[in-house]
C-alpha cells in the first residue's frame, strides 16, 4: 500500500524557532516528527510513502534519503504550494490507480489502525474516507456532521460552539481511492477540505472512520509539547539517557536526554523534557515539560517550564523562561533575563533585558 504526506506548508505559527529545520524535523522525543508518522505506516503495511515537499525541502531530502524503515521515499516537489489537495494530483502518476491509498498532513500525532480504515473505506466503496477524532472544543477545526450510515453530509468550518453539528473533527488523515483524482482540479492551489470533500459529500461518496486514543494537530507551541509529552510516555517510562552523557542531575521521567549531554550537579530535569545531542545544562537548573534542541547551552541556575529552546541557544545564569515560549536557534540570552509566557524569540537574536509581555521578538 502507498502513502502520501503532506510534508510541505510553511508552518508560521512554529516557524520563529528556526530557519533552517521545517516542522516536520522538529523533534518529539528526540525523534523528528516525521520519522513516527513513517514508522507508524511502515508497521502498518505500508511499502511506499510519497513525500509532498515545497519550503525547506532539500532538508527533508537530506534526513530522509530513499528509504527509511523498509519504505521506499519518493518526494513529489511543488514548485509553489499546493494546499492539500493539489499534491494529490500532483502525486498522481506514483500513486497509481490500482488501490486505495492513504493520505495525512504530516503535523499530525496520533494512533490509527491505518489497516483497519483502509478496509473500513473498501468495504463501504467511499471515494475518501475522513479519520475523525472527537475534541472537547470543535470550535478551531473542520466539524463533521454524519447521516445514521457514517456518511459525512458536510463539514462546517470553525463553527461557534452553539453551532458545531457534533464534536468530531476533521483529523487530517484520509483513505482515497483513485478516483478522487478525477475530483482534484491540475496544476493550481486546492483544499481538499473546502474545494474536493463537499463535492463528494453531495454525492454520498464521503465516509467518517471515528478514531480514538491521542490525537494532536501540532500548530502552535502548546500543541507542539503535548506530542512531544504523548510520545514521552510511549518511550521513556523511564528515563532515557543518551551515549556518552555526563549527568550529575536528578532526572525526572518521562524524559529522554540524548547524546553527550552534561548536566551538572543540584539540576532537576522533567518530568516532560527532551534534550537533544550535545545539550549542555548547568548546575541548579530545573527544566520541565520543554523541548530543548540539539547543541544548546543551559547556565547554571537558569529554569525552563513549558518552553521550547532553539539549536545552539545559549541562555546565561539565572535566566528564567515561561510557559509556551520559543528561544530560536541560536538565540543569546544574557544572565538574570526573564522571559514570560508567550515570547518567541527569533533565530539568531542576542537578548539582554527581561521580556515581560507575550509577543515575537524580530
Ligand atoms: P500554519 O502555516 O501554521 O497553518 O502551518 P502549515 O503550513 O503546516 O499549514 P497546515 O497546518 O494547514 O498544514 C497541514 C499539513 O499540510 C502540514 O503537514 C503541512 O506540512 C502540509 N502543507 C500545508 N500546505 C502545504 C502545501 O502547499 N503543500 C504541501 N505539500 N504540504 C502542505
Given at each position: ?67 527509511k ?35 495525512m ?7 490509527v ?45 470553525k ?32 483544499s ?16 467518517g ?23 514521552l ?106 522571559i ?7 533565530p ?13 521578538v524580530?
Open positions: 500500500m502507498k502513502a502520501i504526506i503532506l510534508a510541505g506548508g510553511f508552518g508560521t505559527r512554529l516557524r520563529p524557532l528556526s530557519c533552517t529545520r521545517p516542522k516536520l524535523l522538529f523533534p518529539l522525543a528526540n525523534q523528528p516528527i516525521l520519522d513516527w508518522t513513517v514508522k507508524a505506516l511502515a508497521e502498518n503495511g505500508v511499502d511506499t510513502v510519497v513525500l509532498a515537499v515545497n519550503y525547506m525541502a532539500e532538508a527533508i531530502v537530506r534526513h530522509m534519503g530513499a528509504s524503515y523498509g519504505v521506499s521515499i519518493i518526494y513529489s516537489r511543488e514548485e509553489r504550494p499546493l494546499g492539500t489537495g493539489g499534491p494529490i494530483k500532483r502525486a498522481e502518476h506514483i500513486l497509481g490507480r490500482d488501490e486505495p491509498f492513504l493520505a498532513n504530516g503535523d499530525v500525532v496520533c494512533e489502525d491505518y489497516r483497519r480504515m483502509v478496509e473500513y473505506h473498501t468495504d463501504r466503496e467511499a471515494v475518501a474516507t475522513v479519520a475523525l477524532v472527537e475534541v472537547e472544543r470543535p470550535e478551531r477545526f473542520g466539524v463533521a456532521q454524519l447521516d445514521e450510515e457514517d456518511r459525512i453530509i458536510r463539514f462546517v468550518e463553527p461557534k460552539p452553539e453551532a458545531a453539528p457534533s464534536r468530531l473533527v476533521n483529523a487530517g488523515i484520509y483513505t482515497l481511492s483513485p478516483e478522487i483524482f478525477d475530483y482534484i482540479p491540475p496544476g493550481r492551489p486546492v481538499i477540505e473546502r474545494e474536493v470533500f463537499p463535492r463528494l459529500a453531495e454525492r454520498g461518496l464521503l465516509y472512520y471515528k478514531i480514538s486514543g491521542p490525537w494532536i494537530d501540532i500548530g502552535v507551541p502548546e500543541d507542539y509539547l503535548k506530542a512531544n509529552a504523548i510520545m510516555d510511549k518511550v521513556a517510562k523511564e528515563p532515557v539517557i543518551g551515549e556518552a552523557s555526563e549527568v550529575e542531575a536528578e532526572v525526572v521521567a518521562p524524559t529522554v536526554l540524548g547524546a553527550a549531554v552534561k548536566v551538572g550537579r543540584d539540576s532537576v530535569v522533567g518530568p516532560y523534557v527532551s534534550v537533544g545531542d550535545g545539550v549542555v545544562i548547568g548546575r541548579g537548573c530545573r527544566i520541565e515539560n520543554s523541548v530543548i534542541f540539539p547543541g544548546a547551552f543551559i547556565g547554571d541556575f537558569t529554569s525552563i517550564r513549558n518552553a521550547i529552546v532553539g539549536e545552539n541557544a545559549v541562555l546565561g545564569r539565572w535566566v528564567k523562561v515561561e510557559g509556551t515560549s520559543i528561544i530560536g536557534d541560536y538565540v543569546n540570552v544574557s544572565d538574570n533575563v526573564t514570560t509566557s508567550g515570547v518567541s524569540i527569533c539568531s537574536k542576542s537578548v539582554s533585558e527581561s521580556i515581560l509581555k507575550p509577543g515575537r524580530l
